[in-house]
């Protein structure tokens, strides 16, 4: 079974604050993803990433950064915490697909944010 | 563009059926269900490829008609086990998945 794991369940932090999120995959998956997900907005991509040391910007990567060092490992960054990040976070994971469109993505069980 | 999921929200008695439907304004290359329950992470459950691909297992099926961007997830004779919020998920020419807001579903016994 593919396995994604999230350091935190739950997460609180102050305004200003430096937070790591870190994402961590076991099954040698290419592709690694950072979601939030929000009451009636879904879920939206902040980060991806296709490969070690590789990221690309999702639809609302203001206000993050990313790091992929290592393949299984991939860490969301907010410099600086703002009410406004206060959220579910979801790391999601998929294999490269031969095919345009057709990986599936394994999911994490989130991290409940909460920046005071 | 994020695919347009409807309807937001649907309460059904266990054994009815429900359909939620997904759109795009733009073409589509493959549509991708999946359903979150309360509490856990979304979970895979299908994924269309061609237009026309009509898809199931047990008491769920989906189909997608890649001339109207459209896909359509079925289930059948709904059990409890199937609340949750059910996304879908397009992926068009740049290639990456884009989810919609969500349906939720709630099965009352």
């Known amino acids: 079974d593919v396995k994604v794991t999230q350091s935190s369940r739950y997460l609180v932090k102050r305004t200003g604050e430096k937070v790591f999120l870190e994402c961590v995959q076991d099954?040698?998956?290419?592709?690694m993803f950072w979601y939030r997900q929000d009451p009636g907005l879904g879920l939206r991509l902040i980060y991806f990433?296709?490969?070690?040391?590789?990221?690309e910007k999702g639809d609302i990567p203001e206000g993050y950064s990313v790091s992929r060092e290592k393949k299984e490992r991939f860490s969301l960054i907010l410099e600086s915490a703002s009410t406004n990040q206060t959220s579910m976070y979801l790391c999601?994971?998929?294999?490269?697909?031969?095919?345009?469109?057709?990986?599936?993505?394994?999911f994490g069980p989130g991290t409940r944010l909460t920046v005071l | 563009q994020q695919p347009v999921q409807s309807p937001q929200a649907v309460i059904l008695r266990e054994g009815e059926d429900a359909v939620i439907n997904c759109s795009s304004s733009k073409a589509l290359y493959s549509v991708h269900w999946y359903r979150q329950k309360h509490g856990e992470a979304p979970v895979f459950l299908m994924i269309?490829?061609?237009?026309?691909e009509q898809k199931g297992h047990d008491k769920i099926s989906a189909s997608f008609n890649e001339k109207k961007q459209q896909s359509s997830l079925y289930l059948t004779a709904s059990q409890l086990s199937y609340s949750g919020t059910y996304f879908c998920g397009t992926v068009n020419r740049d290639d990456k998945i884009i989810f919609g807001k969500g349906t939720r579903l709630h099965i009352l016994p």
């Open positions: 099954m040698d998956h290419e592709n």
């Open positions: 990433s296709y490969d070690v040391k590789m990221k």
């Open positions: 999601a994971s998929s294999p490269r697909a031969d095919t345009v469109g057709t990986d599936t993505q394994y």
């Open positions: 269309l490829l061609k237009g026309g």
